[in-house]
């Protein structure tokens, strides 16, 4: 016997699309499970680019420790083995300091000025309903994770291209600590550069600001080598890249550095202070 | 094109502020409203007031049109009722949600398609609804699961996993929506959805509009296009300066003209002195206005109109060159309330 009540057909079965129910406050928002999206999304479109990373990681770099490890020394008034290996022992610190820095500018700048100036493509993402602040300190993570795989390739390079094999030695506890912190200040610097630079201007900007950035933060030379051009030791210590380049100085060599009781504070205080500019400007970006 | 007339109207008073189409705007029902502003107001820091004590109250599953010029305030609306712009004055509840108390939460029930393609460049047709789907907080196999339901939903399924890049217009505005309504929100906002798109495009995004509709999706649709407004919306607010003039179904908006017709009349003389022919001589004559070409008469009970224009032209020795008749369209509404013509933008 067939029952009265109409038995649910092919039809009838639910259709999520043809639901009108809103998923509502019923369902709240897990926002770290947002976040992570957010992150996922970043290091989907870094998968999708791998020529991208590894040009913006890989070029710079490679040259100057072609030109100063290797070129430099090898032509240079004959100065003998050991500034080969000391012309790479401070490069190295210097190239993994650098390009967590490009990473910062180019994982995390660029594409907010592009965004926010002319696609704004963020917006679907600044939709999400989670803090806007943590859209950005999404930006910043993502940007940071870059960073760290832009030192792990980066730092084989820097074993190889100078003529000489640097002095080596690696003090763990450091490297792990002061790794992420780095990586954490160069992108937070990127979001802070990406959220405060007018579009229009911002080759200009990353000429005038990035280029002593990179050049003047011990990234060629230690910080203690500075005694002779003391002006320019002192100016040094305004220069966030100093602090990363002394840092990966003490966690990788044996070089002479600045002292990690004032790295890590400086770097943390410079991570707070961008991250806390950069969320204020980014706000500012996305709700009048 | 421009514009506007000062036609000394032998017309009826504005209706003046919501008068007498309002009705269907008080409160009462049995519902929560989807929206609810209360005096919602937006001053920008140069002193430009955009938006001026607004109320609304839109119903769950109507679709109901914000319908004015540009720079009529519409965007500042939706920027305030999707928590981008924050009011100055008011309230604004989204789904029961303050938008400017807790504009995290709100945003759950929101959904957004904007004038311009936010699509995300870096990924494909499918990447830009999962990861919309994972931002809302859904599990990477219920966003997929309801990404190709939807896909299908706006006829992109053959397209999921091309470049965004590489869709026409009226593609990405489908996928735009598609996105919109992935996380299922309580309300779906549509910016100026088909401006600059092809007809046949046009005609595609007004089907998905309906389906949705039809599917119980409460939508606030954003135009400056006074046909859109009438084919698509249960209820039409007409706004202008930032402030609401008239609101109710389209059909009692045009009946607040109190004219069943509508005459384009143009002659080999200025608008100007046709309309100083005209006036006085046409029987029902509710309302009159100067276009550039022509004089638009708005009339009640059109038995004698030909008539009546063709012996008035002939007395003043005038020479027609045409008279088109229609019936009243929101346009008409519009330029009763304004004096203005929402064509001349």
């Known amino acids: 016997m067939s029952t009265q009540t109409p038995a649910p057909t092919a039809d009838q079965a639910p259709d999520p699309t043809a639901d009108p129910t809103p998923d509502g406050a019923d369902r709240p928002v897990n926002p770290l499970r947002a976040t992570g999206a957010l992150l996922a999304r970043d290091l989907t479109v870094l998968r999708k680019q791998p020529a991208n990373f590894l040009a913006r990681t890989i070029v710079q770099p490679t040259m100057l420790l072609f030109v100063l490890g290797y070129v430099a020394p090898t032509i240079g008034p004959g100065r003998g083995a050991d500034a080969e290996v000391a012309a790479a022992t401070t490069l190295l610190a210097g190239m993994v300091a650098m390009v967590i820095l490009f990473q910062g500018l180019f994982a995390v700048a660029m594409p907010l000025i592009q965004e926010f100036g002319y696609t704004r493509e963020i917006e679907d993402r600044v939709l999400a309903p989670i803090p806007v602040a943590l859209v950005a300190v999404a930006k910043v993570v993502a940007g940071a994770v870059q ?26 506890p450091v490297l792990l600590t002061l790794a992420p912190l780095a990586a954490l200040m160069c992108s937070a610097l990127g979001l802070f550069l990406g959220t405060a630079l007018d579009p229009r201007s911002v080759m200009a900007m990353f000429a005038v600001l990035l280029t002593p950035l990179l050049y003047l933060g011990c990234t060629l030379y230690p910080w203690s080598a500075l005694g002779p051009v003391r002006w320019l030791q002192v100016l040094s210590l305004v220069n966030p890249l100093t602090y990363v380049s002394e840092g990966f100085r003490a966690a990788l060599t044996p070089a002479d550095h600045l002292s990690l009781f004032v790295v890590y504070p400086v770097l943390a205080g410079f991570t707070a202070l961008l991250l806390h500019q950069g969320v204020r400007h980014f706000r500012g970006r996305v709700v009048s | ?22 009705a269907a705007g008080r409160s009462g029902h049995a519902t929560p409203a989807a929206v609810r502003t209360v005096g919602l107001t937006k001053t920008y820091p140069d002193g430009i007031e955009a938006v001026r004590d607004l109320d609304l109250d839109i119903r769950p599953g109507e679709v109901f049109a914000l319908l004015g010029p540009n720079g009529a305030g519409k965007s500042t609306t939706v920027g305030m009722l999707t928590t981008s712009v924050v009011p100055t004055a008011g309230q604004a509840l989204v789904g029961g949600v303050d938008v400017a108390a807790r504009p995290a939460p709100a945003r759950r029930g929101i959904g957004v398609v904007p004038q311009r393609n936010t699509l995300d460049r870096s990924l494909t047709v499918r990447e830009n609804l999962v990861f919309h789907g994972r931002y809302f907080g859904l599990r990477t196999a219920e966003a997929r699961a309801r990404a190709d339901l939807r896909l299908a939903q706006v006829g992109l399924d053959g397209a999921a996993g091309k470049a965004v890049d590489a869709l026409s217009g009226g593609m990405a505005q489908r996928l735009m929506i598609a996105r919109a309504v992935l996380h299922r929100p309580a309300v779906l906002f549509l910016d100026e959805p088909t401006t600059g798109l092809d007809p046949q495009s046009r005609l595609a995004v007004h089907e998905i509009v ?113 008279i088109r008749i229609e019936e009243p369209s929101l346009q008409t509404v519009f330029l009763h309330l304004t004096g203005k013509d929402l064509r001349d933008r």
């Open chain 1, 147 to 172: 960073g760290l795989l832009a030192a792990a390739v980066v730092f084989p390079l820097a074993q190889f291209v100078p003529a000489s094999r640097p002095d080596l030695r690696i003090d763990w």
């Open chain 2, 1 to 22: 094109m421009s514009s506007t007339a000062q036609a000394p109207p032998p017309a009826p008073p504005p209706a003046s502020s919501t008068g007498a189409p309002a």
């Open chain 2, 210 to 322: 309906r389906e949705l509709r039809a599917g119980g999706q409460t939508i606030v649709l954003i135009t400056h296009d006074m046909l859109e407004a009438d084919q698509l919306a249960d209820r039409v607010a007409i706004i202008d300066h930032g402030r609401l003039l008239a609101l109710g179904t389209p059909a009692e908006l045009k009946r607040s003209v109190d004219a069943d017709t509508v005459a384009a009349v143009s002659a080999d003389t200025d608008p100007a002195s046709l309309a100083a022919v005209l006036r006085g001589r046409v029987p029902g004559l509710r309302d009159l206005h100067l276009l550039p070409e022509a004089v638009l008469l708005t009339v009640q009970g059109a038995e004698h109109l030909f008539t009546s224009i063709i012996e008035a032209a002939a007395q003043a020795g005038i020479t027609l060159r045409d």
